[in-house]
């Protein structure tokens, strides 16, 4: 059905950047391009495309410039209260329909019952408040004049500025301070939804950037072929990312992922199943009602679910100051 994204996926190249990203259909896994699962959803949310609002959500309060968000961003930890705001880019490539944007959210939606489930699972609290008919103020529409496919093309994002716009957009129509009132947290993550095909990524908090900087993913409503939805539990590695998960399916030298880490996890059985190694089932397919991907010992430790010493004195690479904050390290 997705057959207006097939012309352009194929002239996307996979680059891999100094990012967190979704392992996606470049050669991880052997898998055929099917059609995109048709998804029915009994919710009835009302995605107005004629409104003339950025927002849906119109608050009083001005962005909030001036709060600390060091060491982790804006997504704290995942253990207690956070808040996964939706954001609909209406760029002019953009051609949503009504069921796309309600799979999306569902799958937004699935994706954080599941992460507070492993919470309970491994004995934290965890509350993720999203975009619902319950929280309708956590859905952000806004219209901006760059196309999609820039941000698809990761290679053109990082080298033209993209991410950086993106970042700033962020900051001059959300305001934090409004979310933190209505919903008793300052922890916030950001799920930016484009209209195009491509790999999702996120972008997270480093030391060095702007104070105040948002954490986000980069949700492209289809996979790179533009042959069906994004996975389900690629949203949820995603937001995963947001709250200090690193990716275990390949080397990442700025986050203390080596090629020793990568090696040995990549050859334990094991590992096939966790979240940050594999977004796939057993067999390579997508799953769109169920993850049922766990969480390793290292993204247990990663996120701050469990302590981390025993992963640390294994693979000091991965020793962090701050729990769920990522630090740029040099392997």
């Not at 019952?113 to 806004?142: C, F």
């Not at 769109?288 to 991907?293: D, G, K, R, V």
Request: glycine share 6%; charged share 20%.
């Amino acid at each position: 059905m997705n057959s207006k994204h097939i012309i352009f996926a194929a002239s996307v190249l996979s680059v891999s950047l100094v990012m967190t990203a979704c392992s996606d259909d470049d050669g991880f896994w052997d898998i055929s391009t099917s059609e995109a699962l048709e998804q029915q959803t009994n919710d009835n949310w009302n995605w107005d495309t004629e409104t003339s609002d950025n927002s849906v959500y119109q608050s009083t309060f001005e962005s909030a410039t001036t709060v600390e968000l060091r060491p982790q961003g804006s997504a704290k930890t995942l253990e207690g209260k956070s808040v996964i705001v939706t954001v609909v880019l209406d760029t002019p490539d953009a051609t949503y329909t009504n069921e796309e944007l309600e799979f999306t959210n569902s799958s937004i939606d699935r994706s954080c019952r599941y992460l507070e489930a492993q919470g309970d699972l491994y004995g934290k609290n965890v509350t993720l408040y999203n975009y619902s008919e319950e929280h309708p103020d956590l859905l952000y529409r806004i219209t901006y004049d760059e196309d999609a496919s820039v941000a698809a093309d990761s290679s053109l994002a990082y080298s033209n500025g993209y991410i950086g716009r993106i970042q700033q957009l962020l900051k001059d129509e959300i305001p934090l301070g409004s979310i933190y009132d209505a919903y008793g947290t300052d922890s916030i993550g950001f799920m930016v939804v484009y209209d195009v095909p491509g790999n999702s990524y996120s972008q997270v908090y480093y030391p060095g950037y702007d104070d105040t900087y948002y954490e986000w993913t980069a949700l492209f409503q289809y996979n790179i072929y533009g042959s069906r939805y994004e996975n389900l539990a690629c949203v949820a590695h995603e937001i995963l990312h947001l709250f200090g998960a690193v990716d275990l399916y390949r080397v990442s030298g700025i986050d203390g992922v080596t090629q020793d880490i990568y090696d040995e996890i990549s050859n334990d059985p094991d590992y096939e199943m966790a979240i940050m190694y594999n977004t796939y089932n057993e067999d390579g397919s997508y799953d769109y009602e169920n993850i049922p991907q766990f969480l390793s010992n290292i993204t247990l430790a990663m996120i701050g679910f469990t302590d981390d010493s025993g992963i640390v004195e294994r693979y000091p690479s991965l020793s962090r100051e701050h729990t769920a904050a990522f630090e740029i390290k040099y392997y």
